[in-house]
């Protein structure tokens, strides 16, 4: 039995998140500690930041993974599953008016490239 814990394994993984046809954004995972992240097709195309990322592998090919923005008061859970490719999890947040908004979410992920950082050093 696998016993969950964190992980490092989407490290140097880039990867397409299609919410919708009208909202596609890119993850690429640069440490076990941030991501980034570019809105591709939607309101916020040509958006991007860097933020506070966590993953945790469940099973192999499955993992949950948590991420904290700084520009806006989000913080969002999200279960990968890549043998059916797909996303499914929360936003959190808090809006404009103060209300706290949590909405349901899902993704279909197309895996782009991978970076192997071989023996040299690695991100953190």
């Known amino acids: 039995m696998f016993e969950p814990a964190p992980s490092r394994d989407l490290v140097g993984l880039t990867a397409h998140y299609e919410y919708s046809p009208n909202h596609v954004y890119e ?28 993953t945790w592998k469940f099973a192999e090919g499955q993992y949950v993974f948590g991420f904290r923005e700084f520009i806006i008061p989000v913080a969002s859970l999200f279960f990968y599953n890549w043998a059916d ?30 970076t192997d950082y071989g023996k040299g050093p690695a991100p953190v």
């Open 27 to 54: 993850h690429i995972y640069l440490s076990s500690q941030r991501y980034a992240w570019q809105n591709l097709v939607g309101v916020q195309r040509g958006h991007g930041d860097v933020d506070l990322a966590t």
């Open 85 to 114: 490719m797909r996303s499914t999890g929360k936003f959190l947040g808090v809006i404009s008016t103060g209300a706290i908004e949590n909405k349901p979410a899902g993704a279909f992920i197309t895996k782009k490239s991978t």
